[in-house]
């Protein structure tokens, strides 16, 4: 069965500073690969979703970026983090021939 | 543009009752609806995948059922514990729209011992 793995769990950064999370996945292949964010007292905003190695579509204009240079890894990257950034950022998959998301256990920011 | 609605918000009840969690969608042309566990501070659980051309799935005290027509789906949780208390979230895939998948804003359930 497919694990995702998220790293830093969490993370406190100061205003302007870069940023760098990683979203490994384990046990499938060519999966579809997701970042959300999920602010305080909000639902899940799509950020970024990879159907392969290098294809990344930005749903939201912000100051983040995403990167994909490996089948099983999603990176999401800022050069300078606004408070604005603060949140808890989700990596997701959909396995090639499943219909069903799977979600990472999370990585809480905190921008000062 | 699909749009995904939860009503409750939040939602408390006393141990052992029978509860509904409601979901509604705009747009019924959908590929799937699949409901979420999330609890603080934690990613989320799915708990249960509906195909569009389903009705219901079951998966031991959870039911959840889906009306492509009317837009809606519900969440029914039998004899509900303390250990249920969580937010639950829904969420649908649009046929259209590339991979992208619509999440509602959650119900906040807290089952009282």
């Known amino acids: 069965s497919q694990t995702i793995h998220q790293w830093p769990a969490t993370l406190v950064q100061p205003v302007g500073s870069p940023l760098s999370l990683e979203c490994t996945v384990e046990?499938?292949?060519?999966?579809?690969l997701y970042w959300y964010r999920q602010a305080a007292g909000r639902g899940l905003q799509l950020l970024f979703y990879?159907?392969?190695?290098?294809?990344i579509s930005s749903e939201v204009p912000q100051n983040l970026s995403a990167s994909r240079p490996q089948d099983r890894q999603f990176i999401l990257s800022s050069k300078k983090l606004l408070l604005s950034d603060s949140g808890f950022y989700l990596c997701?998959?959909?396995?090639?021939?499943?219909?069903?998301?799977?979600f990472g256990p999370g990585t809480r920011l905190t921008v000062l | 543009k699909q749009e995904v609605t939860q009503i409750p918000a939040a939602l408390s009840v006393p141990e052992g009752e029978n509860l509904v969690l409601n979901c509604s969608f705009t747009?019924?042309?959908?590929?799937?609806l699949q409901w979420f566990r999330q609890d603080p501070g934690k990613g989320l659980t799915s708990l249960l995948l509906?195909?569009?051309?389903?009705r219901e799935q079951t998966s031991g005290r959870l039911n959840a059922s889906l009306d492509k027509s009317s837009g809606r789906s519900t969440l029914y949780i039998a004899a509900s514990q303390p250990g249920d208390s969580a937010t639950y979230l829904c969420?649908?895939?649009?046929?259209?729209?590339?991979?992208?998948?619509?999440f509602g804003a959650g119900t906040r359930l807290f089952v009282k011992a």
């Open positions: 997701a998959l959909k396995g090639t021939g499943h219909n069903e998301q799977f």
């Open positions: 747009d019924s042309a959908i590929y799937n």
């Open positions: 969420a649908v895939r649009p046929q259209t729209g590339g991979f992208k998948t619509i």
């Open positions: 509906i195909q569009s051309s389903q």
């Open positions: 990879s159907v392969g190695i290098g294809q």
């Open positions: 046990g499938t292949s060519n999966p579809n």
